[in-house]
């Protein structure tokens, strides 16, 4: 007896997770995420799934809009279309990603996911806008509005399928890390705004006779727009090309000095070509004084390995640094030092001492953040330079500004 009340709860929650079932038993190899294939059948299993919840939706309130005699619910059973097609765009999204590089297309088709994520933006702006139009329509000359329990049961079983199919493409979207299908929750949970704003406006207008349903309207269509906004910006910024995630510039930048061999590394760069299909370069600090054949083996073996272990083509720039002066490190520390109380945000690197008999030039890169502008920047190396020069009036800062490609919160890590 004991046994059995300690298995019912995992089977019935098994049960009641539609979601977990569904990936279970449509999704090969469903927790490898990093594999192409794997993201391609959580998109297919997504788009199939939305498809069929909003063809069933259409055509139970086709049925229901012709019975009733309700524009209002024949309108929702063609947005309901609508959406099936937003379903559709996804799943040509996520199958034309999945094609492998080509001869034109040497880094694959990933990026057409972004694409296909965009296409759902503007129809979820669409919808916003269409639904706007009608609602200042109906602010102008309100129609007439009735109470049916019938319809209100009707759009609250919408409603609930519609959270349901969100918040389904939201956990896959974040599972597989998918901009369409995040998009594809944000179009669902429109619909569900959209919906409980005509179920409000016809209790309100049961309950007082007053006609609000053009006002909700309106104020839902702003959010929906907004949404749509949103899902464009965030679509749009990997394809114009946007600074490196803090974490995957960690991940990268630890994998790679792990390795014997290498001091440090700088100017990360990372190329975005979809969803788990990067290219990135790096400069790797290694000793001058080893053999440069070896110092080359090594580099050889990070870049194999990043492929395998990290799934990033990755190009390592190999940078010789003098580690047997030193002299040259205790100066490097104290420019670092410096820097540091200048301001925190800021890093150093490629740091080169030349020595004279009057005059020791301390040459280096300085990475600032973007935000800085020349003011900014000029204020900083001058500051840097004074500090140098009460430590010993010999120094002379040659200094070269850059901008770091990590985002600017990690900028100084």
């Known amino acids: 007896m004991t046994r059995v009340k300690r298995e019912m709860p995992a089977f019935v929650n098994e049960e009641k997770n539609m979601t977990e079932f569904l990936v279970r038993r449509f999704v090969k190899d469903y927790g490898d995420v990093e594999r192409v294939s794997v993201r391609t059948a959580y998109g297919v299993l997504s788009s199939v799934v939305g498809i069929l919840c909003n063809v069933a939706l259409f055509l139970v309130k086709l049925a229901a809009g012709m019975g009733l005699h309700s524009v209002s619910v024949l309108a929702d059973a063609f947005n309901n279309l609508s959406d099936a097609g937003s379903s559709v765009i996804s799943f040509v999204g996520v199958k034309m990603a999945e094609k492998p590089a080509d001869e034109d297309h040497p880094f694959g088709h990933g990026r057409i996911e972004y694409i296909a994520a965009l296409i759902v933006s503007f129809l979820v702006l669409e919808v916003g806008f269409s639904f706007l139009k009608d609602s200042v329509g109906k602010i102008r000359e309100p129609e007439a509005l009735y109470f049916q329990p019938g319809l209100v049961l009707l759009l609250l079983l919408s409603i609930g399928v519609k959270l349901w199919l969100g918040f389904f493409n939201r956990k896959l979207g974040e599972k597989i890390d998918s901009k369409v299908l995040k998009a594809v929750f944000t179009d ?47 679509t749009l910024a990997p394809l114009i090309g ?172």
């Open 188 to 234: 669902s949970m429109g619909d569900v705004m959209t919906t409980a704003a005509t179920i409000v406006s016809m209790v309100f207008f049961r309950f007082t006779g007053i006609n609000i349903d053009g006002v909700i309207g309106a104020g839902v269509a702003l959010v929906v727009m907004w949404a749509g906004i949103g899902i464009a910006k965030d």
């Open 242 to 413: 946007e600074a490196i995630d803090p974490e995957i510039y960690h991940k990268i930048k630890d994998f790679v000095e792990q390795y014997d061999g290498i001091i440090g590394t700088h100017d990360l760069i990372v190329h975005n070509y979809g969803p788990n299909r990067s290219m990135a370069s790096i400069h790797a600090e290694v000793p001058s004084h080893v053999d440069i054949e070896r110092s080359h083996e090594i580099i050889d073996r990070v870049e194999r390995d990043a492929v395998e272990r990290l799934g990033v083509f990755l190009v390592v720039h190999m940078d010789p640094i003098d580690t047997d002066n030193a002299e040259a490190r205790e100066v490097r520390e104290r420019v670092e030092a410096a820097l540091g109380e200048v301001d925190a945000q800021c890093t150093l690197h490629d740091f080169r001492m030349v020595n004279g008999e009057k005059r020791v030039n301390l040459i280096f890169d300085l990475v600032v953040p973007f935000s800085y502008g020349e003011e900014r920047q000029r204020e900083i190396k001058e500051a840097l330079c004074d500090k140098m020069d009460a430590l010993d009036k010999r120094y002379q800062c040659v200094i070269t500004v850059e901008h770091a490609y990590v985002a600017e919160e990690s900028a100084g890590k």
